[in-house]
C-alpha cells in the first residue's frame, strides 16, 4: 500500500526566507508524485507534479520540487516566499496503475509566512 | 472555462439524516473523484466516476455512495449520518482517461456539520 509522510505539519517562516517542505512517500510500485495548495475556504490547486524525466519540477508560484528515487521523496522549495504564500500543502502520489482519480495524500505542511 | 461547481457550500444535518452533494466538473472533463477531509483523518478517497461507471472506490462504508450522470455531472450520498461525517467533501475533475497523469482540478467544496 502506498503512503505519504509530511514530515513537518507546521513551517513558519518569515517572509524573502527560502522554504523546504518535506515529503517521503512509500510504495512497491511507480507512482506519479503532487504537490496541491490549499487556501482558507478554498479547494486544492496543483503547484507542481512529476511524471517522468528530470527530477527537478518546477511548478507555479516559484516553487519547485525534486524526486530522489533512491531516498523516496519529493521535498518542495522556494527560494524566497512571500505573504501570499501562506497556506497549507499536500504532497500527494498516484500508482501508474492506477484507473485515474485516486490521489494518496500526506497530511499536510501549514505554511505561516511573517512579515 | 468555469471551474468545478460544488452545492451546497455549507449544510447542517442531524444524526441519522441522508445528504446529497452535488459537483459539476469543468467542460469536457470525464473523470470526477470525491475526498473528504477532516482534520483528523486529513484528506481521504472516497470514489472515483468516468463515463457514469465507478472506477475506483476508497474505504469507505457503504453509506457513502455515488453516481455521475451523462452530462459528467455528479452525486454523492451519505446516508444515516453519523458526527463522525462532518468534514469538507470536496470534488475533483480531470480529462484523463488511464493512470493517474493527469492534474485533479478541485472545486471549493461542501461543508457538512452533523450535529
Known amino acids: 500500500a502506498q503512503s505519504v509522510t509530511q514530515l513537518d505539519s507546521q513551517v513558519p517562516v518569515f517572509e524573502e526566507a527560502p522554504v523546504e517542505l518535506r515529503c517521503n512517500y512509500s510504495s512497491s510500485v511507480s507512482v506519479y508524485l503532487f504537490w496541491y495548495v490549499q487556501y482558507p475556504n478554498q479547494g486544492l490547486q496543483l503547484l507542481l507534479k512529476?511524471?517522468?524525466?528530470?527530477?527537478l519540477v518546477k511548478g507555479i508560484n516559484g516553487f519547485e520540487a525534486e524526486f530522489n528515487k533512491s531516498q523516496t521523496s519529493f521535498h518542495l522549495r522556494k527560494p524566497s516566499v512571500h505573504i501570499s504564500d501562506t497556506a497549507e500543502y499536500f504532497c500527494a502520489v498516484s500508482d501508474l496503475g492506477d484507473q485515474g482519480g485516486k490521489l494518496i495524500f500526506g497530511q499536510g505542511t501549514e505554511l505561516s509566512v511573517k512579515p | 472555462k468555469a471551474g468545478v461547481t460544488q452545492t451546497p457550500r455549507y449544510l447542517i444535518k442531524t444524526r441519522g439524516q441522508q445528504v446529497t452533494l452535488s459537483c459539476s466538473p469543468i467542460?469536457?472533463?470525464?473523470?470526477v473523484s470525491w475526498y473528504q477531509q477532516t482534520p483528523g483523518q486529513g484528506l481521504q478517497f472516497l470514489f472515483e466516476y468516468f463515463s457514469e461507471t465507478q472506477r475506483n472506490k476508497g474505504n469507505f462504508p457503504g453509506r457513502f455512495s455515488g453516481r455521475q450522470f451523462s452530462n459528467s455531472r455528479s452525486e454523492m450520498n451519505v446516508s444515516t449520518l453519523e458526527l463522525g461525517d462532518s468534514a469538507l467533501y470536496l470534488c475533483a475533475s480531470s480529462d484523463h482517461r488511464g493512470p493517474g497523469t493527469g492534474e485533479l482540478f478541485f472545486g471549493e467544496g461542501s461543508r457538512l456539520t452533523v450535529l
Open positions: 467542460s469536457g472533463h470525464r473523470s
Open positions: 512529476y511524471l517522468s524525466g528530470s527530477t
